[in-house]
């Protein structure tokens, strides 16, 4: 019984050492992804939804498509941020060693946020804008133009019947993760208010994520988007 006793308590200690080292690393970027999606007035939520499904927070990842970081962006959409928005400097080192940009957790996020705001602004005021945004992140604007075309004078797609047209079922299944993760980063957040909590409650993980020590590679789900 002593023995077992022993066992038991190391058990729970480990699980809880692993625990906040779990949510240390869920959370160490939530200041940068807070300040970069302010910056763009994109929601933080949706952001770091994004990362959680395309890296799980790992700044070393590479895509199968040659997608790089934290948010997997890809080169040639860095390379459109650079000459849009970045200084001589910056687009100098982006045309130089794009890579090394992109490894840069900050920068990552930066450029996802400015890809995301692009791509919200498409869709102002359309019910599922969320739903558009997350297509067009991962299989390209145009697809995501195509899903959402209605016939002149038809009332917009809601957001089932968005989703219900994407013919990609990577794509499908990658946009209705994200809305599933990103719900419940609210729902949580709203409750933890309710109940007078100074700090959002941590959002357990998805059973079918990826844990910390995974060597998996990003999901499958995911493709590049263009």
């Known amino acids: ?3 077992l006793a022993v066992i038991l308590i190391a058990l729970v200690i480990v699980g809880c050492g692993l625990y906040f080292l779990d949510q240390y690393w869920i959370h160490r970027y939530d200041s940068v992804i807070a300040h970069e999606s302010a910056r763009y007035h994109v929601d933080a939520d949706l952001v770091w939804s994004i990362a959680y499904e395309e890296s799980y927070f790992r ?6 498509d040659g997608e790089i970081g934290l948010m997997q962006v890809t080169p040639r959409v860095a390379q459109d941020w650079a000459s849009e928005k970045a200084s001589a400097t910056m687009q100098q080192q ?3 060693d794009v890579e090394n940009v992109l490894r840069d957790p900050q920068r990552n996020i930066q450029i996802a946020c400015w890809y995301l705001q692009k791509a919200g602004d498409e869709y102002k005021d359309m019910p599922g804008r ?4 997350l297509a067009a ?5 145009s697809r995501a133009a195509d899903w959402n075309r209605v016939e002149s004078g038809a009332r917009p797609l809601n957001e089932q ?3 219900a047209r994407i013919d990609i079922p990577s794509t499908r299944a990658y946009v209705t993760s994200i809305l599933d993760r990103y719900r419940r980063v609210k729902s949580a957040k709203g409750n933890s208010l309710v109940r007078g909590q100074s700090s959002p409650a941590n ?3 998805a059973p079918d994520a990826e844990n910390l020590f995974s060597s998996l590679g990003p999901s499958d789900r995911r493709t590049a988007y263009r």
């Not at 700044?59 to 199968?64: D, F, I, L, Q, R």
């Open 161 to 163: 019947e968005f989703i």
């Open 1 to 3: 019984m002593k023995r």
């Open 130 to 133: 969320e739903a558009r945004m």
């Open 137 to 141: 992140y991962n299989a390209g604007p």
């Open 203 to 205: 959002i357990p993980a």
């Open 59 to 64: 700044s070393w990842m590479h895509g199968k």
């Open 94 to 96: 982006t045309a130089k």
